[in-house]
């Protein structure tokens, strides 16, 4: 039933399920509702740290070395633990300064090193192809197993093998056609791709359930529980002697070496850092990954040893490889459903591991080591061309297509020499060069790019000669003596017993040297070299993102500008016209104009075009580019540091800022209230001027209505005629009386009147105001008695003219209000405390208290209602109380309604009181 | 659609940060030497399963737990 | 059939000078000094038109404006607005709230019998 297309069509079924699902999350994702932005999604989708290495090689490692197979997933539970600090800090760092894989990171930190970001990639690429091959592989493998299902062979020599006939190769093809579909549809300025995302955590989830089937089955349905499985395997010496581990340093060394190396590759390798942080939608996923990802690390080896203890018993002796006893077992169970999940969950393993790596791999080429180059030598064409987004994502598919025939190449030529896992762990060694790098940079700002290069070629180089050559001697291509005897027959030189340090396993052995060699030049050549400005100015970024990331567009170090007309069409060759369109649309909106051809040419519009160039191409890259568009003056050394000190600086100076704020805020509310004031006044005087105009406008209404009037009729009757033109003479005199009011009022408030100040006799000013009042009186039949009398009065300092105009203000007010033939007004006058003090009574109807101020106000005018409009200008009392104020006095009314009013002023005497007369018995008063 | 990134509160969770840094290190002492040679005696075992492997087990478990407890409950 | 004209302003000599002009038109005239009175004759004797001065006491001619053209029986009647304030905002203000004419004063007086003429002679 198991025959070979019933296979294949299921594999492709599943593959085709999880192209499904990838794309609803991609398409999820562009509609705004992502799926992935889910803290579970994030820590399952970690576990594509587990491929076949996992889901096979672990039971072949645990049927060796019993616990061995254990560190490489203690190491990852240790590490997470730390991630709170460590991990946010990366994924700070790359989504502040769009990062987009880990040769970006590297070569970014190291001041943009194009150097470092080949290094770095040509290292990446060439350590995990020995991993891309082990899946291969198992993959291969696995199915040429089913494939001979019931009978169950072991896959033969991949060398025996014609090569078209090699199933491995066209599963090879099959992942990079895959891997294309998955990764390189379009391309994102953040390099993110939900969709993969989706799909992976999906797999995690497939290759999880796979494993926890069949180790439940071979637990509970072959054997009836651990118990039994470790009792029956007691009876078995060599199995005894798996139960634990020897007593060693030896075993100890390895053990924590490799803890302590898987610790480092749950970071550094390109598959995880693209999953863990430049797909990371949210730092806080980090909380739930921390312990989500041990336990399902902790699950998925659950039954790792019954697996392998159950398959060395019921194979033993037939020669089944270990690496296949999760598929053997339920194979040779006849449990043909629970074989092919067995086979999909290892297929699934594999791919989720292939398509990220390859997809990493790929971006880090295309930004890294292709487009540099490109971009180099062919110059010129490139710059004619409009749209390049498709040329990078060409470059990519070539890639990883490069990548897995590389993969293939090297299964074909050594995949042999090592089981599953031995051949992962030499990847983790050379993807764990970058963790000094990596940790050196996000917390010594004194790493130098030049430390960097040094560190790293060294740890590659020790790599290379303690693992990779003697994996090429393994197979056969290399002479054997080379391992054995060193080259040239140098014992010292023992490419896995260096310097004659022996009792270590390769792997340790590897890691020890080339951390040494690593780490040492790294820090020893940083320490002796000086950084560049751009170094600094990034190892500052780096080491301090929490301090400077809470606005993601830093303007960085630009200094100097390019116009939008530029930067557009640049941004449009690499990302696509129509994506940087939109993201200088958004960046427009983000300050605040409404068209990206609005936005000012300045340093932070460069630094934002960097960054999202840099997301297509890479940080190094990018700021080629832009800096060929920006007329740039690189910072002095002085001025990048002040730049960067601000932050000390202002720390410094924080007190004194805080005070001086304090100062300034008192100041700023004091000037605010003088602000209102002045608007109060300048509404008043508005107010003052609408006013006036109206005043003005209505007597001129009358004279112009009536000169009209008359002119237009000559038929009108003479007692009328007269009429009309008495009302315009008087019209014509109210408007007089009103402008020199209005006049005199202005004069005397802007101080710009004339004042005639001379000594007074108070009883000639009253007389003079009686007399000239006097045809008033008589008219309206008003009485007026008086107090001063003919003899001296006492003396004030006032203008003649102007003393006598308020007294007849008061007087002919007086007169207005009283009722003819009953009306009384008395002059009063008092000395007292060296002031003079008048009175002007009548006894007319009154104002009431609440109206006491506001008769003094412009144009107000109390009357009462009964006797109609009052007359008058309703400026006579400001203009006296003004003048009386002028001359150091006051003047303000008692009155109550119905008891007539008393207007009362008082002014300083001019001299003491040393001529009073009778006046002064009065004085008491 | 990406969601920016949300500015990391270090300070407020300190206290989870040190907890979980206390893990690590309690992780390191338990799962090496020499506290695992402790368990290295061959024979003995919990239920059948031998000493060595429900050691580590149990005590990879236990830290998982821990960190369980020390992420989802910030403050106590 | 004669039409009515009700002027409320408070200013005697205007008053005089309207009542002329109006009278000597042949249209029949009532005066009210304040805007209470002016509602109350509205109310009265529903004149064809309003001469509406906007200084008034009591209420501010703007608000007798609005009383009339809130009710409906007046929907018909003519509201000449006349006032010594000529800003753009109180014009605008006076012909928002439903005035048909808005006169400054002072007013030519040809004009201003001219465009009662017209109010009144068209319409209903």
Not at chain 1, 188 to 193: G, I, M, P, S
Not at chain 1, 220 to 229: K, L, M, S, T
Not at chain 1, 511 to 531: D, E, K, P, T
Not at chain 1, 533 to 560: C, H, K, N, Y
Request: glycine residues 8%.
């Amino acid at each position: 039933m198991l025959q070979g297309w019933v296979i294949v069509l299921v594999a492709f079924a599943y593959l085709g399920v999880l192209f499904a699902v990838a794309y609803y999350g991609d398409k999820r994702a562009e509609a705004g509702r992502s799926i992935i932005a889910n803290p579970y999604i994030y820590a399952l989708s970690l576990a594509v740290y587990c491929s076949t290495w996992t889901f096979y090689g672990s039971v072949g490692r645990a049927a060796s070395t019993g616990i061995g197979f254990l560190p490489v997933y203690l190491g990852p539970t240790l590490m997470v633990a730390l991630w709170w600090y460590t991990m946010r800090k990366i994924i700070r760092i790359t989504k502040a300064y769009r990062i987009t894989s880990i040769a970006d990171f590297i070569s970014s930190r190291y001041g943009k090193s194009q150097m470092l970001g080949r290094l770095v990639t040509v290292i990446a690429v060439i350590g995990v192809i020995p991993y891309i091959s082990l899946q291969l592989k198992a993959i291969s493998g696995s199915f040429t197993i089913l494939r001979h299902y019931p009978r169950i062979v072991m896959p033969a020599q991949a060398v025996a093998q014609p090569i078209l006939n090699d199933t491995a190769l066209y599963i090879a093809l099959m992942l990079a056609a895959f891997t294309i579909l998955f990764g390189t549809r379009h391309l994102d300025a953040t390099e993110r791709h939900e969709g993969l995302v989706a799909a992976i955590a999906f797999e995690s989830v497939v290759k999880l359930l796979g494993f926890l089937v069949v180790g439940a089955f071979v637990t509970f349905g072959i054997y009836r529980g651990f118990g039994e499985i470790f009792r029956l395997a007691q009876q078995v010496p060599r199995l005894r002697a798996l139960m634990t581990v020897a007593d060693t340093g030896n075993t100890y060394g390895t053990w924590g070496f490799l803890t302590f190396l898987s610790m480092l590759s749950i970071v550094t390798l390109p598959r995880q850092f693209q999953i863990s942080v430049v797909e990371n939608v949210d730092e806080d996923h980090l909380r739930k990954a921390i312990w989500l990802f041990p336990l399902y690390l902790f699950l998925i080896n659950v039954f790792v040893l019954p697996i392998a203890l159950g398959g060395m018993m019921l194979f033993a002796g037939r020669g089944v490889d270990a690496d296949t006893f999760v598929l053997t077992l339920p194979m040779a169970q006849q449990k043909e459903a629970l074989a092919l999940f067995a086979f999909i969950g290892g297929l699934s393993a594999g791919t989720g591991m292939v398509i990220v790596e390859t997809i990493a791999l790929s971006t880090m080429v295309c930004n890294d080591l292709v487009m540099p180059v490109l971009l180099r030598v062919k110059w010129l064409r490139l710059n004619e061309r409009p749209d390049l987004s498709r040329l990078l994502l060409s470059i990519r598919r070539w890639a990883i297509t490069g990548i897995l025939m590389l993969g293939y190449i090297h299964f074909r030529a050594a995949g042999e020499a090592y089981a599953l896992v031995a051949t992962g762990l030499i990847s983790f060694a050379a993807v764990a060069q970058f963790a000094p790098a990596i940790f050196g940079g996000i917390y010594w700002r004194g790493g130098t790019r030049d430390g960097a290069i040094a560190g790293l070629s060294a740890g590659f180089a020790v790599w290379a000669y303690t693992l990779l050559l003697p994996s090429f001697a393994k197979s056969g291509w290399l002479p054997a003596s080379f391992l054995t005897e060193g080259p040239f027959g140098i014992p010292l030189l023992k490419p896995q017993q260096l310097f004659g340090l022996s009792g270590l396993d390769e792997i340790s052995h590897c890691l020890f040297w080339s951390m040494l060699a690593n780490i040492g030049i790294h820090v020893v050549v940083s320490l002796a070299g000086r950084q560049s400005i751009t170094e600094t100015g990034q190892a500052t970024m780096f080491v301090d993102v929490f301090r400077r990331t809470q606005a993601p567009e830093r303007s960085g170090l630009w200094r100097g500008s390019a116009a939008v007309e530029d930067l557009l069409p640049l941004l449009g060759r690499f990302l696509g016209p129509d994506r940087a369109r939109e993201a200088f649309l958004a960046y427009a909106r983000r300050r605040g104009v409404d068209s990206p051809e609005q936005l000012r040419a300045d340093a932070d519009l460069v630094a934002f075009a960097e960054t999202q160039l840099a997301g297509a191409i890479g940080g190094a890259s990018a700021r080629v580019m832009v800096a060929s568009l920006v007329q740039e003056q690189p910072p002095g050394l002085d001025e990048v540091m002040d730049i960067l000190d601000e932050a000390s600086q202002v720390r410094a100076y924080s007190r004194q800022l805080e005070q001086k704020s304090r100062e300034l805020e008192a100041a700023t509310a004091e000037l605010r209230a003088a602000n209102k004031l002045l608007q109060e006044l300048d509404r008043m005087k508005d107010d003052f001027m609408s006013t006036v105009t109206h005043e003005l406008r209505t007597p001129l209404t009358s004279i112009r209505a009536f000169s009209e009037i008359l002119l237009e009729d000559p038929e009108i009757h003479l007692p009328e005629r007269k009429r009309f033109l008495a009302i315009i003479v008087k019209e014509t005199q109210r408007l007089t009386r009103l402008i020199n009011q209005v006049l005199d009022l202005s004069k005397i408030e802007s101080g710009s009147a004339e004042w005639h100040t001379t000594e007074l006799d108070v009883h000639e000013v009253i007389r003079e105001s009686v007399e000239t009042s006097s045809q008033l009186f008589r008219e309206s039949r008003v009485e007026l008695v008086t107090s001063a009398g003919t003899d001296a009065g006492p003396r004030v300092m006032a203008d003649r003219d102007r003393l006598v105009q308020v007294l007849i203000n008061l007087l002919s007010n007086a007169v207005k209000v009283c009722r003819p033939g009953e009306g009384r007004v008395e002059i009063r006058l008092g000395v007292s405390n060296g002031f003079l003090r008048v009175d002007v009574q009548d006894n007319g109807p009154g104002i009431s208290p609440a109206d006491h101020e506001t008769v003094f106000e412009k144009f107000r005018q109390v009357g009462d209602t009964l006797t109609g409009k009052p007359k008058g200008t309703g400026l006579g009392l400001p203009i006296s109380r003004r003048i009386v104020e002028h001359f150091g006095g006051r003047l303000w009314v008692e009155s109550e309604l119905g008891k007539g009013a008393t207007f009362s002023f008082i002014l300083p005497l001019e001299v003491p009181a040393a001529k009073a007369g009778p006046e002064l018995a009065q004085a008491a008063g | 659609m990406m969601r920016s990134f949300r500015g990391g509160h270090v300070k407020r969770s300190g206290i989870t940060g040190q907890r979980l840094a206390a893990i690590f290190l309690m992780g390191c002492i338990l799962l090496n030497y020499p506290i695992l040679s402790l368990f290295t005696r061959p024979g003995g075992g919990i239920a059948g399963i031998p000493l060595l492997y429900a050691y580590l087990f149990g005590a990879w478990a236990l830290l998982i737990g821990l960190m369980a407890v020390v992420v989802e409950r910030p403050r106590d | 059939m004669g039409k009515r004209i009700l002027i409320v302003e408070d200013e005697p000599n205007i008053v005089i000078s309207l009542e002329f002009l109006m009278k000597r038109e042949g249209f029949e005239v009532e005066v009210a000094t304040d805007g209470e009175a002016a509602l109350m004759a509205v109310g009265e004797s529903a004149p064809d038109l309003v001469l509406l001065d906007i200084m008034l006491p009591k209420m501010n001619g703007f608000e007798v404006c609005q009383k009339l053209r809130a009710d409906p029986r007046w929907r018909g009647m003519k509201i000449v607005m006349l006032t010594a304030k000529g800003r753009e905002t109180e014009v605008a203000k006076g012909m928002a709230l439903g005035a048909d004419l808005y006169v400054t004063k002072p007013f030519s007086t040809k004009d201003l019998v001219a465009q009662v003429k017209e109010l009144l002679g068209s319409g209903t």
